[in-house]
């Protein structure tokens, strides 16, 4: 079955290739020659933001050499992405030190969902089609939202492509090809279409193929010191094929907008696993099979009220297989099916006061075949009420988030009611952010605008996030009685924004934040006995002690643009569980003490240069900070030369890559290496 998929997998994706080569050439014989202005539609936005952001727009993400969503996080302050190694590794992303549980992802306004482990792997978002990545500390402070929004301890925001359409135009197409490490072929291709003078189309597929093999050292030291293994290899058992289609649908009506998408991604990869006790070939496979539909609309009323209504139905497959012989052999499916409906509803009472409520309610449900699965499902139904005040340079918005659950299922094969079926959860959580702008100021000099603005700012807020079904219901792991993992932040921060209408100085931007987190109830896994079975129990505590900092300035010379853009986080992340254990005030594992990044852009005209640099600070891979479980610190340097040229009306671009520069030998998770210097190449064509 697997040989199968495998080649239908490249027989789909050779077959992309040659309809984008097709449309492309096609497109760009009928063009027209034709200069026309561009048409924008400015929307009505009532409310203002309390919080800034972090956020990487489309042409910034475009220098990233990033295949997913996942790679471009690496570049925000106070976010730890979990890679475990090639183009099909799983890719997960801890937010402040709390885990990736907390953080909501959500795709054009609706949370993405994983009832099963609260993972979402972002490695299966390409960036082809992203026109915005945000990430909010705390919750998005716009009061138009959804009821979640106000619940997860941080949110990553993924804004698709909205077509935009100069005066005759009616469509557009974008094309792009890349090859690199592990023979990683990748392809996509976007189409927007003009349907009307209120509706637009867009479809984006595309494909990745790789072998998965790339070439790695392994170092390993005895206790004494002395040199246990240090051998350079091959990555084994790490091939992924994947597809990936998104179909959208853009109206505008008065005074509002709806939008529906349909969104698909089918993969079958293996797994190459750790390398330990001298194995380094694994027999893991997974397929996944991930479907949803989602679609909203929003309308603004009058000049003071302002409605918005979601929906979404998701469907996930997935197939693990461990044919191991030396282990225990494994074949589960699983699937999960989540149906989600929101409203909310937003009303200015006074020229300085205005409110909102949001309500969702969410059906989340999953089947396996493992033996006695449990098949659960989980009712979630949150209300939110919200208030923001904007009184001359002083801002604020208090929140408070009601949350009940619950969850009940039944075994199909004993016909029993499951364990925990009488789970019952409800929570209040509030919020409370405040703004102070000590100093804003615009100034208009030849007709061009230079601001300057400083503000502070700081939050409080309380979340919570519910047990996964694998801690409550998994047959080797579960245990019914878990407790919702708690986290209390607290956090101060400055912003100071400056543009320049004239000189060599076009813009900086500095933002820095202080934190404290504290974490109860954390959820753990312990063994049992058995190499197989694990229990989990509500037994951490973890106070989080954290400093972000960002900084980015812009600079023009005549007709070369350069930009810098640096990020550091210092967090100190320590158990303080019990003063009996061995790790009491040790660092909690995988997370630095120091981490940054440096981004650095030079363009003139058509050509453009790029540098990216990441550093991550010694961490230690168990709960004990002992010399066995420390992990040195890496960095990585990756570089790309671009060049822009048109023909005729068709704009295209040529890429070089150099990754992992210096060539360093590194593990972002203990036993699972990642590449060596490695190339890639990619050609882009837009019409």
Not at 557 to 576: E, F
Request: hydrophobic fraction near 35%.
């Amino acid at each position: 079955m697997t040989r199968k998929l495998y080649t239908h997998h490249n027989t789909i994706i050779r077959s992309l290739c040659l309809i984008a080569m097709l449309l492309t050439c096609v497109c760009v014989m009928a063009q027209k020659t034709q200069q026309l202005e561009e048409v924008q539609i400015i929307s009505h936005q009532t409310f203002r933001d309390v919080i800034p952001s972090q956020s990487m727009n489309g042409k910034t993400l475009e220098k990233l050499n990033s295949l997913n969503v996942a790679d471009a996080l690496r570049y925000f302050s106070g976010l730890q992405v979990k890679d475990y190694g090639g183009v099909g590794g799983i890719k997960t992303v801890n937010i402040r030190s709390m885990g990736s549980q907390h953080l909501g992802v959500y795709y054009d306004g609706i949370e993405l969902g994983n009832a099963q482990n609260g993972q979402i792997d972002l490695g299966q978002f390409s960036l082809d089609n992203i026109e915005e990545v945000t990430l909010y500390n705390g919750q998005r402070s716009s009061l138009m939202q959804t009821a979640s929004d106000y619940g997860n301890a941080g949110s990553v925001y993924l804004r698709t492509r909205m077509p935009r359409f100069r005066v005759g135009e009616t469509w557009h197409l974008k094309a792009k090809a890349k090859y690199g490490i592990s023979n990683m072929l990748n392809i996509g291709l976007l189409y927007e279409q003009k349907l009307s003078e209120w509706v637009s189309a867009s479809l984006s597929v595309g494909g990745i193929t790789s072998d998965g093999k790339y070439q790695f050292r392994y170092r390993r030291k005895n206790y004494d010191g002395s040199i246990a293994y240090d051998t350079t290899a091959i990555r084994q058992n790490g091939d992924v094929q994947s597809l990936r289609a998104e179909l959208n649908l853009n109206g505008v009506i008065n005074r509002g907008g709806w939008n529906f998408k349909a969104y698909t991604y089918q993969s079958n990869r293996g797994i190459p696993g750790a390398i330990v006790n001298n194995v380094w070939r694994r027999e893991e496979r997974q397929v996944d099979s991930n479907t949803f539909l989602q679609g909203s609309i929003q309308k603004d009323f009058s000049a003071k009220y302002s409605a918005r209504v979601m929906a979404k139905y998701a469907n996930y497959y997935t197939h693990y297989q461990n044919r191991d012989t030396t282990t225990m052999l494994v074949d589960n499916k699983y699937r999960q099916q989540e149906l989600y409906l929101s409203t909310s509803h937003a009303v200015q009472l006074l020229p300085w006061w205005s409110a909102s409520m949001a309500y969702d309610m969410r059906w989340s449900k999953l089947t396996a075949d493992n033996y006695n699965c449990p098949e659960p499902y989980r009712w979630s139904h949150l209300v939110s009420l919200a208030t923001a005040v904007n009184v001359k340079r002083f801002s604020a918005q208090a929140s408070v988030l009601y949350t009940y659950a619950k969850d009940k299922g039944q075994s199909e094969k004993t016909g029993g009611t499951a364990v925990g079926a009488n789970l019952k959860i409800s929570r209040f959580t509030p919020a409370l952010f405040l703004n102070y702008r000590l100093y804003e100021k615009t100034v208009i000099k030849d007709e061009k605008p230079s601001t300057t603005r400083l503000s502070l700012r700081g939050y409080v807020k309380n979340s919570f996030r519910m047990p996964t079904f694998n801690d409550l219901y998994y047959a080797e792991i579960g245990n019914s009685n878990l407790r919702p993992e708690n986290a209390q932040q607290f956090d101060g921060g400055v912003l100071f924004d400056k543009s320049y209408a004239t000189g060599i100085l076009e813009s900086i931007h500095f933002q820095s934040d202080v934190y404290y987190n504290d974490v109860t109830d954390k959820i753990i896994a312990y063994p049992k006995g058995q190499q197989f079975r694990w229990t989990m129990l509500n037994l951490g505590r973890v106070n989080i002690t954290g400093v972000d900092v960002e900084t980015a300035f812009r600079f023009r010379l005549k007709q070369v643009h350069t930009g810098l853009r640096l990020q550091y986080t210092y967090q100190k992340s320590i158990d303080v569980t019990s003063d009996d254990d061995s790790f009491y005030r040790n660092q909690i594992p995988y997370i630095p003490r120091n981490s940054g990044s440096v981004m650095w852009d030079v363009e003139w005209k058509g050509l453009s240069f790029n540098y990216a640099f990441i550093y991550t600070g010694e961490r230690y891979s168990q709960q004990e900070n002992t010399v066995w479980n420390y992990l040195q610190p890496w960095y990585t340097s990756d570089l790309s030369l671009a060049y822009r040229f048109k023909v005729r009306r068709t704009m295209m671009r040529a890429t070089f890559e150099v990754n992992n520069l210096f060539s360093q030998d590194y593990d972002v998770i203990l036993n699972y290496p990642m590449p060596k210097r490695n190339y890639a190449f990619s050609f882009d064509i837009e019409i």
